[in-house]
């Protein structure tokens, strides 16, 4: 099994950053725009277009309060996918963003990883200028 793990740093507060990660249905509008053109949420699965069309199911597993982490599956276009995505506060201020993810078969890991340090840029891109706005 594949795992994937990448870090970036956001200059935006822990409290701006959990706020918008833990709303899992406006990823779409709130962390990842662009990267993700579309977002709606059937109970509590998470149906994602991403930019290119990629239609994705992702039953959300767990919002973490305390420990400012989601978690969620892909149904259907893995044979496994589970990932994460932790907020943690900086020495310093500032919160760094982690996502990890595990999957099958190992083979797609070059193109999800590539898709995650998107993902992460986006997300980067996307609070810092809602935080200057």
């Known amino acids: 099994m594949a795992s994937i ?8 507060p822990l409290p ?7 709303d899992v249905g406006r990823i779409h509008e709130r962390l990842v725009p662009g990267f993700v053109a579309d977002c709606r949420m059937e109970g ?16 959300i597993l767990d919002i973490d ?5 989601v978690a969620w599956a892909a149904v259907g276009s893995f044979e496994h996918y589970n990932a994460s995505v932790q907020a943690f506060e900086r020495d310093g ?16 890991a070059p ?8 993902g992460l840029r ?3 891109r996307t609070l810092e200028a809602a935080t200057r706005a």
């Open 5 to 12: 793990q990448r870090d970036i740093d956001v200059e935006v």
């Open 16 to 22: 701006t950053a959990w706020d918008a990660l833990r």
């Open 44 to 59: 509590r699965v998470r149906v994602v277009t991403f930019g290119d069309g990629t239609v994705v199911r992702e039953p």
């Open 65 to 69: 309060e305390a420990r400012h982490r």
């Open 93 to 108: 201020g500032g919160t760094r963003l982690r996502w990890i993810a595990d999957l099958l078969p190992d083979e797609a």
């Open 111 to 118: 193109k999800v990883a590539g898709m995650i340090e998107e």
């Open 122 to 124: 986006t997300m980067k």
